[in-house]
């Protein structure tokens, strides 16, 4: 006797749920970052202090090291941040979630219609 195939059936998981793990993923990989910029700073700190202490580099310059690269790095990270923050905005987009500009937006309108009903009710 021959068998019929299984059909399975998909589920789709709710948006809010996808939107959930979508904020889940970034939010560690937001703090996996954070982490490893701390312990980058750390170690440009140590390897410098090292050159001090063996003399390979005077003290002022060595503080003046750090600061140009930690300097540096910020530039990178803030241009990081910009790029970033233009990615979340496009999955946003792609997802459909609403901005918080779209949502003040629906807030205002509310807002007119409602006053619009209550004059509509005193006429």
Excluded: C, Y
Aim: glycine share 2%; charged share 40%; hydrophobic share 40%.
């Amino acid at each position: 006797m021959p068998t019929k195939p299984k059909v399975e059936t998909v589920v789709e998981e709710p948006v809010e749920k996808r939107q959930s793990q979508m904020f889940d993923l970034l939010r560690h990989v937001l703090l996996a970052s954070i982490g490893a910029v701390v312990i980058v700073e750390e170690e440009i700190e140590a390897l410098v202090n090292k050159m001090i202490e063996r003399g390979e580099i005077a003290e002022k310059d060595g503080k003046k090291l750090v600061h140009e690269v930690m300097d540096k790095r910020k530039a990178k990270a803030d241009k990081l941040d910009e790029q970033i923050k233009k990615d979340i905005e496009t999955v946003l987009e792609r997802i459909s979630i609403p901005t918080k500009a779209d949502v003040e937006e629906l807030s205002q309108k509310i807002t007119v219609l409602s006053t619009k009903i209550d004059e509509l009710k005193k006429a």
